[in-house]
């Protein structure tokens, strides 16, 4: 039996998941009155964006990976202000390219720097077109891209050993589309997005989650897989890997993983928060010194914690971090999304439901977007929800 409020029926809901896509539905949810329960395997909120306080320096710790929140939506952006304070921070990314230092993504300085010139914007414009591949009219592969976009000297400093360690792959393997979202600017503009709102959360991402989740009738359970309840609900809204959901019936989706090699030292080791390190003669891909994430209190700690970052294949019990999405994983998702489209009482959501690679930015957008058909389709006559609300392949 269903309770009501008013004309509405009062449902039982499970997220699965505690990462932005799943708070944003539960508290959703619950501030309509339903009944949900959030469950995570992990002990801590926050999914992949998950922050913590380093237990030996003070620090805190993007614990899967540097996560700067930058966005386009002004939706998504005021959003996530109501649930704690932001500070002003502009990703500036530093490359080392054969014992060089650089600035990304390629600008005037990188290209001044790189072929020893003093060039202005016009200049330099010219210079790079001279030096792309004009022949290649759509590029379709990340390799094609950049010799369309930059020419070979520069692709082959920056990017050819570092996309190689980072996918495993030839660049000729990869899609243009990897490549396509980093900018190619003519003036001394740094700055890696192109977006114009951009900043760090003051107490980390895990406290604005929390906030998103503090709500009355959400049942929050931590360390605890979906797999292990017993309970049944009216309908799950499911933030975990879609082809786990089904045992991995139809095989397993490429991801690649990461490693992450933690050092102290005192004081400040690399005088930035990222450094890439493009050559392939270095094993790992960059390396990310958290204090400088957070500028506004780094005077507070006497010591640093870095990471190093290794990409790899993952393998069964690995964290799935990018999905690798080429011929073989779409074709195994389309046999997965037909699975799921032919279940009832489960939606697929946020970046591993859908197997895709999203920015904090776009899987909030999407929650809010999913929680606007949600309230529509529960006063509809036909009130099930959908196995997807944004097209997965
Ligand atoms: P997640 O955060 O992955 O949450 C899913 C949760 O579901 C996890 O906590 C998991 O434990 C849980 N779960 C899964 N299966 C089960 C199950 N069966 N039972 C119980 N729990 C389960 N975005 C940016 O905007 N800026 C950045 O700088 C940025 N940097 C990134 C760096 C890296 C290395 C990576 C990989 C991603 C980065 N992102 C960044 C993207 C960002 O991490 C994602 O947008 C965000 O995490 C997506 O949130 P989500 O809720 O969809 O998924
Ligand atoms: N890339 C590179 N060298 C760099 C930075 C990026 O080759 O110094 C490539 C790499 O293949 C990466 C892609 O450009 O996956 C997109 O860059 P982005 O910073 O978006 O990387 P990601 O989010 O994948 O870490």
Redesign the pocket.
């Known amino acids: 039996m269903f309770d009501c409020v008013g004309s509405q029926i009062l449902r039982s809901f499970c997220v ?8 944003i539905i539960a508290r959703h949810l619950a501030e309509r009155g339903h009944k949900v329960t959030v ?4 002990p801590h909120l ?5 922050t913590e306080r380093d237990a030996e320096t003070g620090v805190m710790v993007h614990k ?8 386009a939506d002004k939706r998504a952006w005021d959003y996530v202000q109501r649930f704690g304070k932001f500070q002003p921070y502009v ?1 500036r990314v530093k490359a080392i390219s054969k014992d060089r230092v650089y600035t990304l993504p390629v600008n005037l300085l990188t290209i001044n720097q790189f072929f020893g010139t003093t060039m202005g914007p016009k200049e330099a414009r010219a210079f790079i077109e001279n030096k792309a591949d004009r022949s290649i009219q759509a590029p379709r592969s990340f390799e094609e891209q950049a010799l369309s976009m930059i020419g070979p000297e520069l692709y082959k400093a920056f990017f050819y050993g570092y996309t190689r360690k980072q996918w495993g792959l030839e660049p000729t393997e990869l899609p243009a589309s990897i490549l396509k979202r980093l900018p190619l600017r003519f003036n001394y503009d740094d700055n890696y997005f192109n977006h114009p709102y951009q900043g760090m959360p003051e107490e980390g991402y895990t406290s604005i989650v929390q906030n998103i989740l503090a709500v009355d009738g959400i049942d929050i359970r931590l360390g ?4 292990s309840l017993e309970e049944k609900y009216d309908h799950v809204f ?4 879609i082809d ?2 089904f045992q991995f019936r139809l095989g397993r989706l490429g991801y690649r993983t ?1 490693d992450f090699e933690r050092f102290v030292d005192e004081g400040d080791h690399q005088g930035t928060a990222v450094i890439n390190y493009c050559d392939e003669t270095v094993p790992f891909t960059r390396i990310s010194e958290h204090k400088h994430f957070a500028p506004w209190e780094q005077e507070k700690f006497s010591k640093t914690v870095c990471f190093r ?1 290794y990409s790899r294949l993952a393998g069964e019990g690995d964290v799935p ?2 999905p690798i999405r080429l011929v073989n994983e779409k074709k195994m998702l389309d046999s997965y999304i037909a699975l799921a489209k032919s279940e009832s009482g489960v939606s697929f ?5 859908t197997y895709r ?7 909030i957008t999407e ?1 809010l977007a999913a929680c606007d058909q949600i309230d529509a389709l529960l006063q509809s006559d036909d009130n099930s929800l959908p196995s997807f609300f944004v097209d997965p392949a």
């Open positions: 699965v998941g505690a990462g932005f896509s799943g708070a469950v995570d395997e992990r926050g999914g992949n964006c998950h899967y990976g540097p996560h700067i929140f930058h966005t990703n605890c897989s979906f797999e499911y933030t975990g890997p786990r959901y990461l970052e971090y990018y959501m946020g970046r591993l439901g690679y999203l920015d904090m930015d776009v899987t929650a």
